[in-house]
T-cell receptor, first 113, second 111 residues
Framework: DARVTQTPRHKVTEMGQEVTMRCQPILGHNTVFWYRQTMMQGLELLAYFRNRAPLDDSGMPKDRFSAEMPDATLATLKIQPSEPRDSAVYFC???????????FGPGTRLLVL | QKEVEQDPGPLSVPEGAIVSLNCTYSNSAFQYFMWYRQYSRKGPELLMYTYSSGNKEDGRFTAQVDKSSKYISLFIRDSQPSDSATYLCAMSAGSNYQLIWGAGTKLIIKP
């Protein structure tokens, strides 16, 4: 049963610390998405990769967030330095070329104190 | 005004009832329409996918798109407590365009 995996599932950290979230997309999928979900804003797209190349990161605060795909089996999202307003659930999703069908991971629940 | 509007609910109905969930949108270029289901503390999962107008049925679920009214619906027949979740609509103008998400409607099916 192929699925997207994310680590860690939960992260509690203090303001100013670096946070790294990892995602393993479904084997064979060539698109990867990072989303942030909060009660107030709902699902927000942070970054989008196709064939490991970043195509859209317009939703990501550039001064503190960065997203990379060092290889086809790993996507990372980093926050440095973290702030309390970054507290949210971060989802990774993967899919094939078309954007419409995306398969989500279980999410990383981040709390920044 | 958001591009996609969805009532956050909660919508509470008794088991066995027919449920109607809806989204309205403003961008007439949208062609692809999806419904995702999200259980508490889980990631969204694709439930229904429709291209352009019309109906699509899958078991107890029916997705309906009315492009003339810019309105999409998801119907759940014979609703079960296991259908209790948040339902998110999403839509896009095509493969090279971003998915635009609704806020999600929280559905509660009472036994």
């Amino acid at each position: 049963d192929a699925r997207v995996t994310q680590t860690p599932r939960h992260k509690v950290t203090e303001m100013g610390q670096e946070v790294t979230m990892r995602c393993q997309p479904i084997l064979g999928h060539n698109t990867v998405f990072w989303y942030r979900q909060t009660m107030m804003q709902g699902l927000e797209l942070l970054a989008y990769f196709r064939n490991r190349a970043p195509l859209d990161d317009s939703g990501m605060p550039k001064d503190r967030f960065s997203a990379e795909m060092p290889d086809a089996t790993l996507a990372t999202l980093k926050i440095q330095p973290s702030e309390p307003r970054d507290s949210a659930v971060y989802f990774c999703a993967s899919g094939l070329v078309n954007r419409e069908t995306q398969y989500f991971g279980p999410g990383t629940r981040l709390l920044v104190l | 005004q958001k591009e996609v509007e969805q009532d956050p609910g909660p919508l509470s109905v008794p088991e066995g009832a027919i449920v109607s969930l809806n989204c309205t949108y403003s961008n007439s270029a949208f062609q692809y329409f999806m419904w995702y289901r999200q259980y508490s503390r889980k990631g969204p999962e694709l439930l229904m996918y429709t291209y352009s107008s019309g109906n699509k049925e899958d078991g107890r679920f029916t997705a309906q798109v009315d492009k003339s009214s810019k309105y999409i619906s998801l119907f759940i027949r014979d609703s079960q407590p296991s259908d209790s979740a948040t339902y998110l609509c999403a839509m896009s103008a095509g493969s090279n365009y971003q998915l635009i998400w609704g806020a999600g409607t929280k559905l509660i099916i009472k036994p």
